[in-house]
C-alpha cells in the first residue's frame, strides 16, 4: 500500500475568517505608497483606497506607474470608496454611471483578475423615502448594469443622515434592482445611531453583505456622532459572536468618519493603531483571527 504524507510546515498558512482593513480615506495626507506601507506594518490584513476628490488615490492622481506599483506590493485592496448619489438630478446620474466605469479601469489596473468591490452610500435625505424610491430604484439598476459592464462588484449601504437608513429600505431597493453585481454592506454604526440592535439587522442584512464596516456612534443633545470601533458601546463580543454562529467570513473594513478626521488633534496613524488594536483584540477572542 502506498503511503502519502502531507508536510503541514509547507503548507500555506490557513486564510482567517474574517480579514481586517482600514481605508485611506482616514490617512488623506500620506502619499499612496506611505499609507499603504504603514497600513501593512500596523497589522492590517489590506488597504482601501478611497477615490473621493483631493485624496492622492482619485483616479486622475495615479498614472499607470501608481497603479503598477499598487498592484506588485502585494497588498490586498479589497475595496475602493467612492461617494455617489440616487437622488441628484439626471446629469448628476449620467456622471454617476461615468464615474463607475472611470474607478472599474482603476480597480482592474491594481488587481487584475479580482477588481476591489466599489462602495458608496446612496444619498439624498431622511424622510424622502416614499417619494424618492421608485426613481432611486430605477437608478439603481443603471448602477448594476454599468457595474457588471466594467465586470466589476458594486457595494451599496444604509446611512443614518440620509434617505436609506434602514436594512428595509436598502433590501426593497436591492431586490427592485435585481442585478447580480449589487450588493449590500453591513455597517451596523449607522443602525446603532436609529435605535436598532446588532442581530435583528445582522439577520437582515449580512448574508447580502459582500464585507463588513465597523465604526461606533452615539447621540449626544440628539446629535449623532460617530466614533472609532471600540471607542463606544457596540459589544464586539456579542457583534463577531453572531458574524460567527451565521458563518459568515470576508472583510472588515475599519472606517474612520470624516467627522473624527475634522475633529481638533486628529492623527490618522494613531487611529489607524487604535482602531487595530481593538479589532484585532476581538476578532481573536471570537475565533475569527489568529
Not at 459572536?241 to 492623527?267: H, N, S
Request: charged share 25%.
Amino acid at each position: 500500500m502506498t503511503r502519502r504524507y502531507v508536510l503541514m510546515s509547507m503548507m500555506p498558512p490557513a486564510e482567517p475568517a474574517i480579514r481586517l482593513h482600514i481605508g485611506n480615506y482616514g490617512l488623506q495626507a500620506l502619499p499612496v505608497m506611505e499609507a499603504l506601507e504603514f497600513v501593512r506594518r500596523t497589522g492590517y490584513d489590506g488597504l482601501e483606497l478611497c477615490v473621493l476628490a483631493g485624496w492622492p488615490s482619485e483616479p486622475k492622481s495615479l498614472d499607470a506607474g501608481a497603479r503598477r506599483r499598487i498592484r506588485e506590493s502585494g497588498f490586498p485592496v479589497p475595496t475602493i470608496l467612492d461617494g455617489m448619489s440616487l437622488a441628484g438630478t439626471d446629469d448628476a446620474h449620467r456622471a454617476s454611471l461615468a464615474r463607475i466605469v472611470e474607478v472599474a479601469a482603476l480597480a482592474h489596473d491594481i488587481a487584475p483578475g479580482h477588481p476591489p468591490i466599489l462602495q458608496t452610500v446612496l444619498g439624498g435625505k431622511p424622510g424622502e423615502w416614499e417619494s424618492a424610491k421608485e426613481r432611486m430604484a430605477d437608478r439603481l439598476s443603471a448602477w448594476g448594469a454599468a457595474a457588471a459592464q466594467a465586470k466589476v462588484r458594486l457595494a451599496v449601504k444604509a446611512h443614518a443622515f440620509q434617505v436609506v437608513d434602514t436594512p428595509e429600505k436598502l433590501l426593497w431597493l436591492l431586490g427592485r434592482a435585481a442585478s447580480p453585481a449589487l450588493s449590500a454592506i453591513y455597517d451596523y454604526g449607522h443602525f446603532e445611531a436609529r435605535g436598532l440592535e446588532i442581530e435583528p439587522t445582522m439577520d437582515q442584512l449580512l448574508g447580502r453583505s459582500s464585507f463588513i464596516t465597523v465604526k461606533d456612534s452615539r447621540t449626544t443633545g440628539g446629535k449623532i456622532e460617530y466614533l472609532l470601533p471600540g471607542d463606544g458601546k457596540v459589544d464586539y463580543g456579542r457583534y463577531f459572536a453572531k458574524v460567527r454562529q451565521m458563518g459568515w467570513r470576508g472583510w472588515v473594513l475599519v472606517e474612520v468618519t470624516r467627522q473624527l478626521q475634522t475633529a481638533p488633534g486628529y492623527d490618522g496613524r494613531a487611529a489607524a493603531v487604535r482602531a487595530y488594536g481593538s479589532m484585532s483584540a476581538a476578532l481573536k477572542k471570537a475565533g475569527l483571527r489568529g
